[in-house]
């Protein structure tokens, strides 16, 4: 079945660092991939989005390519803010699989300290 | 306004008890979804509906069922919760129309079972 695995956090940076959170897949189908953020208290919100090969979506800073070669999203920000502190989940949605649903990973929560 | 809502937001509630979340959408989708989030699991998918007289299990349906009222309108029930039910929970909206499944989330309620 459908399967995402990203990075265990939490990931503590200072501000102005360099973010990277790695995302792999495993997908029946040939899926879109998202990355969704949540904000303390908050529900999902999406982030960025890729529907196919080497499609890079981009929001907020943050940037993350579709690597279909490697089965890969990882996100990625030059400079991050206090305000980027979160979790970050990485997600599939395979439209040959059944309900075309969305498969998350296990999340990643991000601490930027000033 | 929100454009997905969920009720109530917090419940402590005891074994046993039978426990309603109410999901309410504005956005005109016809796919809804429940999820719970647990702490380094991501999101797991409960059920979902690609409309009203469609209803499907997710991958951790047991001890849950759903009613989808109105195409606006999706409520999970516990019939008698345990405390690892304790958890916080998603509604969330799709649009079939769109080219991919961006899922758009309520603010999560926040339910604990003693």
């Known amino acids: 079945g459908d399967s995402v695995t990203q990075m265990e956090g939490p990931v503590t940076l200072s501000e102005e660092a360099f973010l990277t959170i790695n995302c792999t897949y495993t997908?029946?189908?040939?899926?879109?991939l998202f990355w969704y953020v949540q904000y303390p208290g908050e529900g999902l919100q999406l982030l960025l989005k890729?529907?196919?090969?080497?499609d890079k979506g981009s929001n907020k800073g943050f940037e993350a390519t579709y690597r279909k070669e490697t089965t890969s999203f990882h996100l990625e920000k030059g400079s991050v803010q206090v305000s980027d502190s979160a979790v970050y989940f990485c997600?599939?949605?395979?439209?040959?699989?059944?309900?075309?649903?969305?498969?998350f990973g296990g999340g990643t929560r991000v601490l930027v300290k000033p | 306004d929100a454009d997905v809502t969920q009720t109530p937001r917090n419940r402590i509630t005891k074994t046993g008890k039978r426990i309603m979340l109410e999901c309410s959408q504005t956005?005109?989708?016809?796919?809804m979804y429940w999820y719970r989030q647990d702490p380094g699991l991501g999101l797991r998918l409960i059920y979902y509906?690609?409309?009203?007289?469609?209803?499907n299990k997710g991958e951790i349906s047991d001890g849950y069922s759903v009613s989808r009222q109105a195409q606006a309108k999706f409520s999970l029930s516990l019939e008698s919760a345990i405390p690892n039910q304790t958890a916080l929970y998603f509604c969330?909206?799709?649009?079939?129309?769109?080219?991919?499944?961006?899922?758009?989330f309520g603010p999560g309620t926040r339910l604990t079972v003693l």
């Open positions: 969330a909206t799709s649009d079939s129309g769109a080219p991919y499944n961006e899922q758009f």
């Open positions: 997908a029946t189908g040939y899926p879109s």
């Open positions: 890729a529907t196919k090969a080497d």
């Open positions: 997600a599939l949605s395979d439209q040959a699989a059944a309900g075309n649903k969305l498969t």
């Open positions: 956005k005109g989708h016809d796919r």
């Open positions: 509906s690609f409309d009203v007289k469609d209803i």
